[in-house]
């Protein structure tokens, strides 16, 4: 009879295991921001992949929030809407697709913000992400704040510009 193995034994278990590990190897020997910049480039390739799969043209935020939802129930992910007021999308993730070992590792968050930002500036040009509560700082969820549009009152998030948008340069 085989010994339990500490790691998992089927495939999406054992990549998300090794994404967590991966994410906790970075993190130590380079240091949370640096690591959270390295698995922000690998979100935002994969946001450029999603985004070649998603619907063409232009989406309002309902879509956009609809094909967010959609994208985490492919991950295993439990994302909800909350609000959605035109400008600005508020969703809450109550699962994460990293599993409990996402807890204190706080640079794969970058992954969904890169994945949400991502997709909604390719759809208006503009958005910036709040994760204004994380699964990885001890929060029983994830709350994710879009806005789709700079103000004057920006808060705290990463900002996003998708095709043709002018950057902040």
């Known amino acids: 009879m085989p010994a339990e193995a500490a790691v998992p034994a089927d495939t999406e278990a054992f990549m998300r295991r090794l994404l967590v590990e991966l994410a ?15 698995i922000g480039l690998a ?12 619907p063409r043209g232009p989406l309002g935020p ?15 992910g439990d994302l909800r809407l ?18 409990d070992g996402v807890r204190g590792r706080e640079a794969l968050c970058t992954m969904t913000s890169g994945l949400a930002g991502d997709l909604a500036a390719r759809h208006t040009g503009y958005a ?18 879009i806005s789709l549009r700079p ?19």
Do not use: K, W
């Open 24 to 38: 906790a190897s970075l993190e130590g020997t380079i240091g949370p921001e640096e690591a959270a910049g390295y």
């Open 43 to 54: 979100a935002q390739r994969m946001g450029d992949e999603l985004g070649s799969h998603r």
């Open 62 to 76: 309902e879509r956009i929030a609809a094909a967010l939802i959609d994208l985490y129930r492919g991950i295993d």
């Open 82 to 99: 909350v609000s959605c007021d035109g400008g600005r999308i508020v969703l809450a993730n109550l699962a994460c697709p990293f599993g």
């Open 128 to 145: 910036r992400v709040d994760l204004a509560e994380t699964i990885a700082r001890g929060r029983p969820r994830c709350l994710i704040e």
């Open 151 to 169: 103000g004057p009152d920006d808060g705290p998030g990463e900002e996003y510009y998708g095709p043709g948008a002018d950057g902040p340069c």
